[in-house]
């Protein structure tokens, strides 16, 4: 169990903050391009639309926990949220399933692929 997972939610919002900080970055770097009026306008709204991409990823987010599975995990005994077959509690990263035939198993997030390619 070398490999590392984080809960699902919780890398997307790490995801998004890093997309805040490369859009200040990129916005930063156009102020050295100042004797250039074109490239200092790149710059920036290439650092804008990060920023804005970040803040559509955070809004999605939103929108993914509402239709998240609210858990208590049992590792922790803090409420967690589940997305998808298999995820991680955000506090302890004790793998969790919401599918009883996957419990015991060792937790694998290509579940959550193969999901897809089943029709009911
Ligand atoms: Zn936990």
């Not at 997309?19 to 650092?47: C, E, H, K, P, S």
Request: hydrophobic content about 45%; overall charge positive.
């Amino acid at each position: 169990m070398a490999k590392k997972y984080s809960s699902k939610i919780n890398k997307i919002r790490t995801f998004a903050l890093s997309l805040i900080f490369i859009g200040m970055f990129i916005m930063y770097g156009g102020v050295f391009f100042r004797g250039n009026a074109i490239i200092m306008t790149t710059f920036m709204l290439l650092g804008f639309l990060a920023i804005i991409a970040s803040v559509v990823i955070y809004f999605w987010i939103g929108m993914l926990s509402t239709k998240a599975v609210q858990v208590t995990c049992p590792s922790c005994e803090k409420t967690t949220k589940i997305l998808g077959r298999v995820d991680m509690c955000m506090h302890c990263n004790e793998p969790l399933t919401l599918d009883k035939s996957l419990e015991g198993k060792e937790f694998d997030e290509s579940y959550n692929q193969k999901k897809k390619l089943t029709t009911d």
